[in-house]
């Protein structure tokens, strides 16, 4: 019975440790160009961030263990599904574990978004999450345009609409 409740309780412990500042952490602000991102998705394809300059790209940090992330995850398959025909790209980076891959690669197959996981890329700039799920923006031109948190502000099907939409239309 007691084995029963230990994941859950690590998993709120680990949600709680993401929060507090990461030495790993790169403060990303609204405004500058984002960080390179490169590696290997799931499927073992190539990605590099800056490969999508002129489209609207959304890097969505989550887990599999996190609630609130498995919340958000089909909002933006339904966003990505609607918009990617009109220039809208997405990349889950999945910060799991590398034992945890089969499970990343479970989940991620009901959803039609390419995933990697954290230790799969090759450069970071992003760093460790802060918190999870986080969700940046990055416009046209390669800057981040926004950040969309749990903390702050949540990823709905009408947050999505408000803060990338504008921006596919720029």
């Known amino acids: 019975m007691r084995a029963k409740f230990i994941r859950p309780i690590l998993a709120l412990i680990f949600c709680a440790y993401l929060t507090l500042p990461l030495a790993a952490h790169a403060e990303i602000a609204v405004g500058q160009t984002a960080p390179v991102l490169t590696g290997k998705e799931l499927d073992g394809s190539a990605f590099d961030l800056a490969a999508f300059k002129g489209k609207v790209v959304l890097v969505h940090f989550w887990a599999t263990w996190c609630p609130p992330c498995q919340v958000e995850m089909p909002l933006l398959d339904d966003f990505y599904k609607k918009y990617h025909g009109q220039g809208v790209e ?3 980076i999945s910060v799991d574990r590398p034992r945890a891959r089969d499970e990343v690669v479970t989940f991620m197959q009901k959803l039609s978004f390419p995933a990697a996981l954290i230790s799969d890329l090759d450069t970071n700039g992003f760093g460790n999450p802060p918190i999870l799920p986080i969700t940046y923006v990055i416009d046209k031109t390669g800057k981040v345009a926004a950040a ?9 099907a009408q947050v999505l609409v408000d803060m ?3 921006f596919i239309n720029k």
């Open 148 to 156: 969309l948190s749990t903390a702050q502000t949540p990823v709905s």
């Open 90 to 92: 997405l990349i889950g």
């Open 164 to 166: 990338v939409v504008p």
